[in-house]
């Protein structure tokens, strides 16, 4: 059974840095591409960023230079690095799979920005 | 402001049928993939259509996809009110070289 978790949430203070960490298991985790998306209190979704098999990153305008996705396969993980926080960051944080779409999600960790 | 265009809510009642509708523009529907998504409420999104128009397994017949030029439709036939839900449809944009998303649309089964 694919899962994917999530950790490292929580709250901080504008300007601060937070690391968030997925779990993944149930799968041959280094043969698929890897996605954060993210979802405001009563917002939609948000793509936040994106790592493939090869090790290519992408970003939207919105955290490129503050925010670095990284993986590392032998620990069958993916993390966000999240720097120059802000308080529009504040969201629940999902750790995402994707084949032909994105087809399994984490359940999601909270992260607050505030002071 | 979402770079594909859903409509905020649509309503219908049990048994009946209903579509949302996802606009875009050539550099992302009208050249690439489209997904779809349902998120009920408190819980993570779903993968309901992916390519447009196959459903994963698991994801029965009465949701369907179809894309023409820009635009994509999620079909839901036999509503349940069980489908009460956001659903959001999904697609790589070229021009941006970013993932969208559209706004979400709530659907009320009356």
């Known amino acids: 059974e694919v899962q994917l978790v999530e950790s490292g949430g929580g709250l901080v203070q504008p300007g601060g840095s937070l690391r968030l960490s997925c779990a993944a298991s149930?799968?041959?985790?280094?043969?698929?591409?890897m996605h954060w998306v993210r979802q405001g209190t009563g917002k939609g979704l948000e793509w936040v960023s994106a790592?493939?098999?090869?090790?290519?990153?992408y970003y939207p305008g919105s955290v490129k230079g503050r925010f670095t996705i990284s993986r590392e396969n032998a620990k069958n993980s993916l993390y966000l690095q999240m720097n120059s926080l802000r308080a529009e960051d504040t969201a629940v944080y999902y750790c995402?799979?994707?084949?032909?779409?994105?087809?399994?999600w984490g359940q999601g960790t909270l992260v607050t920005v505030s002071s | 402001q979402s770079v594909l265009t859903q409509p905020p809510s649509v309503s219908a009642a049990p048994g009946q049928k209903v579509t949302i509708s996802c606009s875009g523009s050539s550099s992302n529907i009208g050249n690439n993939f489209v997904s779809w998504y349902q998120q009920l409420p408190g819980t993570a999104p779903k993968l309901l259509i992916y390519d447009n128009n196959k459903r994963p397994s698991g994801i029965p017949d009465r949701f369907s996809g179809s894309k023409s030029g820009t635009s994509a439709t999620l079909g839901i036939t036999g509503l349940q009110t069980g489908d009460e839900a956001d659903y959001y449809c999904g697609t790589w944009d070229s021009s941006l070289s970013a993932w969208v998303f559209g706004g979400g649309t709530k659907l009320t089964v009356l």
């Open positions: 995402v799979r994707a084949t032909n779409g994105f087809d399994y």
């Open positions: 790592i493939v098999t090869a090790g290519d990153t």
């Open positions: 149930g799968f041959t985790f280094s043969n698929y591409d």
